[in-house]
């Protein structure tokens, strides 16, 4: 069964410190991964998205890991902002249908505190 | 930002009233996409459109109907709306091109929060 679990299901930390963020995955045939945010009450908004042959890909602050063997992939957020409280949501596209399936983790729920 | 409009954003409605949610876009994708979502939980797809005149149910059984008159506009309705129907439901769209590929990066609205009573 394709899944995408990802841990811990929230989190708190200090404004200016960093956090990683870890997705673990079951989908096959991958295509790629993608990391969403989705602010309180909003739709998610894409941070990255790879593919099988990338293992690294940074946005701003937010750097985003993939290890396609292990079926991993982390989103590391560094010296983190009040903005940055909301829900990271990991999701994995297969190359099943011409849909482009995605599943969707149930997301980590950051929180920062100034 | 992307240009995907949702509304309402907020809708609070008696049991047994017929609803129509609506989702506009401006990027002329050919895929859109109902997703609802409950909070805490992952999103679950409803509807499917690979483009005007299409229209599929997703993944997870759902009592309401789209329909795909216009590229632009992707409206769900419930027929007669029920408290198991209060969620949060999200519309997205993305090009079209290859499955999972580069292009079918989703670009969602703000989504409608529905309360049935």
């Known amino acids: 069964k394709n899944q995408v679990e990802q841990s811990p299901q929230s989190l708190i930390i200090l404004e200016g410190k960093n956090c990683t963020l870890q997705?673990?995955?079951?989908?096959?045939?991958?295509?790629?991964l993608r990391w969403y945010k989705q602010d309180t009450g909003r739709g998610p908004v894409s941070l990255t998205i790879?593919?099988?042959?990338?293992n690294t890909k940074s946005n701003g602050r937010y750097t985003a890991t993939l290890d396609a063997d292990t079926k991993q992939s982390s989103l590391h957020i560094t010296a983190s902002q009040l903005s940055d409280s909301a829900s990271y949501i990991c999701v994995v596209s297969d190359r099943g249908s011409t849909l482009g399936r995605l599943y969707f983790g149930r997301g980590t729920q950051l929180t920062v505190w100034p | 930002e992307a240009d995907i409009y949702q509304t309402p954003r907020y809708l609070v409605i008696g049991t047994g009233k017929k609803i129509t949610l609506e989702c506009s876009q401006t990027m002329g994708h050919d895929k859109m996409y109902w997703y609802q979502q409950d909070p805490g939980m992952e999103l679950h797809l409803i509807h499917y459109?690979?483009?005007?005149?299409?229209?599929e149910k997703g993944d997870l059984s759902s009592e309401s109907t789209v329909s795909r008159i216009r590229t632009e506009h992707f409206p769900l309705t419930l027929e007669s709306a029920r408290p198991s129907h209060t969620s949060q439901y999200l519309c997205a769209s993305s090009e079209g091109g290859l499955a999972g590929g580069l292009k079918n990066i989703q670009y969602f609205g703000a989504g409608t929060r529905l309360s049935v009573l």
């Open positions: 997705c673990n995955y079951t989908v096959s045939p991958f295509s790629n």
């Open positions: 459109s690979y483009g005007v005149n299409s229209t």
């Open positions: 790879m593919t099988f042959s990338e």
